[in-house]
Each structure stands twice: as C-alpha cells, then as structure tokens.
C-alpha cells in the first residue's frame, strides 16, 4: 500500500426536464440530480499501474501507457487527462446503482465521480467550476465534441438547476413536484440521434431555427412556472415541449404510445421524452401508474446532492 490514502466518491445519476437539444444552440435547459448514484472508490498503489473494475469491463494499463478502451472510454479518457499531476498507480473499483442502459446519465455521473476522486489524489484543490470544465473536456474527448454538459452539471451540483452553455449559466431552482420515470426498453446513443438532427435541419435550416426558438421560449416560462410552483402551467408546458420534440424528428411510435398512456393516468400532469429522444426515458410529473402498462418503471426523486467525497 502506498502512502496515500483511498478515496471514495458517489455521484447522482440525472434526468432531462426541458431543453433537450435546444440547449447546444444556446437555450437554457432544465435538469434534475436524482437518488441514484455511480460510486468510485480510488486505491493508491505502490507501483504505476492502473486496475479498473467497472460492470461495463476490466481494465489493466501503466500509468506511463493508457491504452484505449471501448467499454470503459469516459473512465480512461478521464485517467488520461489527470495522468501527469497523479503521484502513483491505483485501483478503480466503479459500482452503479442503476443500469447504464437507461436514462440517467451514467456517463456523466462517472465522469463527475471520478473527476472529484482524481482531483483529490492529483492535491489539486480545484474549484467546482473547474472540475466542471475538467469533466466537460472528457466528454467532449469522448464524443467528438458533442454535449452540452447539462447531465454533467447537475450530476455535479445537485438539485434542481437551470443551465446554459454559453455564455456559461447554471441557477438553482426550487424543488419540483413528485415525478417519475419509464424507460421504452431501447435507446440510440446521444451522438447519434445528433447527428440525425443536425442532418435532418440543413433540409429545412429555417424551421429548424424556429423549433429551436419555440424550444426556448417553452424553456423560459418553465423556469418561471416551477420557482412560481405553478404545476399545472409546468405540465402544460411539458407536453407543449413533447410536441416540439416530435417535430424535431426524435419520438417514434413506441415512445408515443407510452406517453399518451401515462398522461391519460388520473393525477399525472404530463409527460414527455427525458433526453435526445428515438428511445430512452418519459419523464412524467406526477406517479400515476396505468393498469397493465408493459414498460419498465425507474425510481427516481430529486436529490439535493452533488458528487461529494464519501466519508
């Protein structure tokens, strides 16, 4: 054992409330930290190599000669960038309390998570802002520049939060009503649903540009709706933002099933995709659940936490 001591980090997963893919061009967007957490326990060792034990693969490389790796891209993309401010070699053990298959952000918990645990092993004291912009460059690293950071800024800060790209903003907001979370059962990667985005707007330049513009004005009176704690004008402006996502291309009959089905459900407000969409999570405000609906349930409440170290 080395002379450090190990280092143990939770991070909570996240959820999309508004703003899906108006946020890149310049919309606030509304998210939410949720109660389940990616927890990473760094421990030092006494030599230069680097032990990664994750449900997604294992991983073994020295220090001076990361390797790349599919399966573990966010976590050695991560190491990489810390790799010349860390003292020694370590073992990664990642545990999740949730599937990396549905909707809740583990890519940014872990990069959150582990961003705080390198920090802390590298001596560096870095400020919240600038571990932020330490994780976002992973992220961009990994996906070719693609990602707005907003999964990655209420993983980090916690809560209920309101967050821009540029210029950089991120206000906390009052708490929300109970809300819940279905997963379809399948999704497309975020870069990828993207790109088909960004295709799909140089047909049409001009109504995507209107889209993006009713996106944002939607975005705006949310905001509003919930420090207000008008529930009924936040729901409304929910399902006004699904319609939207529908237009930009993003929902499929699957997905559209299940939200008329939950929104049909007495005491559910609205509901709509959680994300980029063609897959993925409806988020619902409300928790009603309709008799006989064959889709999975997540649950979720907001958590006031944000990455922290663990006692």
């Known amino acids: 054992?080395?002379?450090?001591?190990?280092?143990?980090?939770?991070?909570?997963?996240?959820?999309?409330?508004?703003?899906?893919?108006?946020?890149?061009?310049?919309?606030?967007?509304?998210?939410?930290a949720v109660n389940s957490y990616i927890h990473v326990e760094l421990?030092?060792?006494?030599?230069?190599?680097?032990?990664?034990?994750?449900?997604?693969?294992?991983?073994?490389?020295?220090l001076d000669q990361l390797t790349p790796s599919d399966d573990l891209s966010f976590v050695v993309t991560a190491v990489r960038q810390w790799v010349d401010r860390l003292p020694c070699g370590f073992d990664l053990n990642i545990e999740s309390e949730f599937s990396h298959t549905v909707g809740l952000g583990s890519s940014a918990a872990v990069v959150a998570a582990l961003t705080v645990a390198l920090d802390r092993f590298a001596g560096s004291e870095l400020s919240r802002e600038q571990q932020?912009?330490?994780?976002?460059?992973?992220?961009h690293e990994v996906q070719n520049g693609r990602g707005s950071g907003t999964d990655l800024a209420a993983s980090l800060y916690g809560g209920l939060i309101a967050y821009r790209v540029n210029p950089r903003e991120l206000v906390p907001l009052n708490g929300l009503p109970p809300i819940s979370l279905w997963y379809v059962g399948y999704k497309m990667k975020t870069p990828a649903v993207l790109e088909l985005v960004e295709q799909?707007?140089?047909?049409?330049?001009?109504?995507?540009?209107?889209?993006?513009?009713?996106?944002?004005?939607c975005c705006e009176q949310a905001?509003?709706?919930?420090?207000?704690?008008?529930?009924?004008?936040?729901?409304?402006?929910?399902?006004?933002y699904q319609g939207l996502m529908d237009a930009l291309g993003v929902n499929d009959a699957q997905l559209s099933e299940l939200i008329y089905r939950l929104r049909a459900e007495p005491g559910n407000r609205a509901a709509k995709i959680s994300g980029s969409g063609l897959g993925d999570c409806v988020v619902v405000l409300g928790q009603g659940v309709p008799d006989g609906l064959a889709y999975e349930q997540i649950p979720v409440a907001v958590s006031a936490r944000g990455a922290e170290l663990d006692a």
């Not at 190990?6 to 606030?28: N, W």
């Open 1 to 32: 054992m080395s002379g450090y001591s190990t280092i143990r980090v939770s991070a909570p997963g996240s959820i999309m409330l508004m703003g899906e893919h108006a946020v890149l061009r310049g919309a606030r967007a509304i998210a939410c």
């Open 132 to 139: 932020f912009d330490a994780a976002l460059r992973v992220i």
């Open 200 to 217: 799909r707007s140089q047909r049409f330049p001009g109504l995507y540009a209107g889209l993006d513009k009713l996106m944002a004005e």
């Open 223 to 240: 905001e509003a709706a919930i420090n207000a704690s008008d529930w009924g004008a936040l729901g409304e402006l929910m399902n006004y």
């Open 43 to 62: 421990i030092p060792r006494q030599d230069r190599q680097v032990l990664i034990h994750s449900a997604l693969g294992e991983y073994s490389a020295s």
